[in-house]
């Protein structure tokens, strides 16, 4: 299973940006797919996660704020952001738990 993850930038305090995650070699639909990122200096942390059914769940510090959802004709899962904020600053990277696979990371920098 591989995950290529894109859509990372910088942009300002309470822009907003949309990270897609492309997922190969595997039975995307069937399976929950999420997000986690880690900051500078901090443990990885759970942001968002997606099941099979469309069911969401969102980390407190990202409720309101974060979108997922998935395209299973596109084998594609994203993060719309919003209301960004510098905190939000960190590697974002999408996982897979079946299997405990993950992508490559891509950076989100969020100026104040």
């Known amino acids: 299973v591989q995950l290529q993850a894109s859509g990372g930038g910088l942009v300002q305090g309470g822009g907003s940006l949309r990270l897609s995650c492309v997922v190969s070699g595997s039975t995307f639909s069937t399976n929950a797919i999420g997000w986690a990122r880690q900051a500078p200096g901090k443990q990885r942390e759970f942001v968002a996660v997606?099941?099979?059914?469309?069911?969401?769940n969102y980390a407190g510090s990202v409720r309101g704020r974060f979108t997922i959802s998935r395209d299973n004709a596109k084998n594609t899962v994203y993060l719309q952001m919003n209301s960004l904020k510098p905190e939000d600053t960190a590697v974002y990277y999408c996982?897979?738990?079946?299997?405990?696979?993950w992508g490559q990371g891509t950076q989100v920098t969020v100026s104040s």
């Open positions: 997606i099941n099979s059914g469309g069911i969401t």
């Open positions: 996982h897979y738990p079946a299997g405990d696979y």
